[in-house]
């Protein structure tokens, strides 16, 4: 151990430029670190706020590093003679240390480039769905929808994503080239209820709130068509007929805008249970139970 120290003294000894290059770099650093120190105590005493304290702390650690890792890599790096090569390592090393902030900005210009969602556009990434109202270059922040909210109605929480998961999660948008959804509703009705009666009675309900989407939905079909691969043979309301344990289910599907369609289910519903008021031959259906005696059985 004596003598790789002793070899290492007279390396250092026999180098001038060498021991001028660490004496420059240490007082750099200490430079440096006290500059940061100096500003911290500044900025401490002019926001009183901890949160506020703590983000100058931060930001000024990076640009401390930064500036450290670039000035010292100058003087190391000088035989290179050449800027442009000193800044390719820099970044390639960057780009490992940060690869999520750089995901996060490819995946920004991504976002500006192929346009896969705006502001205002309503979408799913993952498991999250909401509105978008900001987009930024290492973030994008939705206002969130669904969760434990039925009918894709808003929960009130911000929810911000980075960028890069653009890249690895499925990406559903609600709004953009084609502005209107499919949805279904289930009328589950008893047996014995006159279900072809029940069947003319749904299509002129849906027919009568669904008109306007139709002749929209149309128009942007035509649209969506010039940029995606899209065929409906039928946008006007369809009921379809289906039988389940409990009873006789009329699905009526139809098309509803995104942020329209609890409203729009909620009026159907309504016109829906008075007609059944007004037809004693159809009734609703629900789980039940039956259980039947034998009387001839003694036991």
């Known amino acids: 151990m004596q003598d790789f120290i002793t070899q ?10 060498l021991r001028y290059k660490i004496f420059l770099s240490a007082a750099i650093i200490l430079i440096i670190w006290a500059l940061r120190l100096i ?13 506020e304290q ?8 990076y640009i401390s590093v930064f500036v450290g890792v670039f000035i010292i890599g100058r003087i190391w790096f000088e035989g290179l003679q050449s800027l442009a090569t ?31 969602f705006d502001v205002g556009d309503r979408i ?29 109605q808003s929960t009130g929480r911000v929810v911000h994503l980075p960028n890069h998961q653009i890249f690895s999660d499925p990406l559903a948008n609600y709004t953009s080239d084609f502005e209107f959804i499919w949805n279904e509703l289930e009328v589950l009705l008893t047996f014995e209820s006159d279900w072809e009666k029940a069947k003319e009675l749904l299509q002129e309900v849906a027919e009568k709130h669904l008109e ?25 309301p369809i009921v379809y007929t289906d039988v389940q344990d409990s009873g006789i289910c009329l699905t009526i599907r139809h098309l509803s805008n995104p ?21 004693e031959d159809i009734d ?16």
């Open 8 to 17: 290492i003294q007279e390396w250092v000894q026999n180098a001038p430029e």
């Open 39 to 51: 500003t911290v105590r500044i900025v401490n005493k002019r926001l009183p706020e901890a949160r």
């Open 54 to 61: 703590y983000k100058w702390r931060k930001n000024l650690t």
């Open 86 to 116: 000193f800044l390719g390592l820099l970044s390639a090393g960057l780009a490992i240390a940060l690869k999520d902030p750089v995901s996060d900005f490819a995946g920004w210009m991504f976002i500006l480039w192929r346009k896969p």
């Open 124 to 152: 799913q990434l993952g498991d999250v769905k909401g509105d978008v109202i900001d987009i930024r270059i290492f973030k994008f922040t939705v206002l969130e929808i669904g969760n434990w909210v039925r009918s894709d």
């Open 212 to 236: 306007e989407f139709v002749k929209n939905a149309d128009q942007q079909v035509q649209k969506a068509q010039k940029a995606y691969l899209i065929y409906y043979r039928h946008l006007t």
């Open 259 to 279: 942020r329209k369609r609890r409203s729009v289910t909620q009026a159907i519903w309504e016109d829906i249970l008075r007609l059944l008021d007004e037809h």
């Open 284 to 299: 609703l259906a629900y789980p039940t139970m039956r259980i039947l005696r034998d009387s001839s059985d003694e036991k």
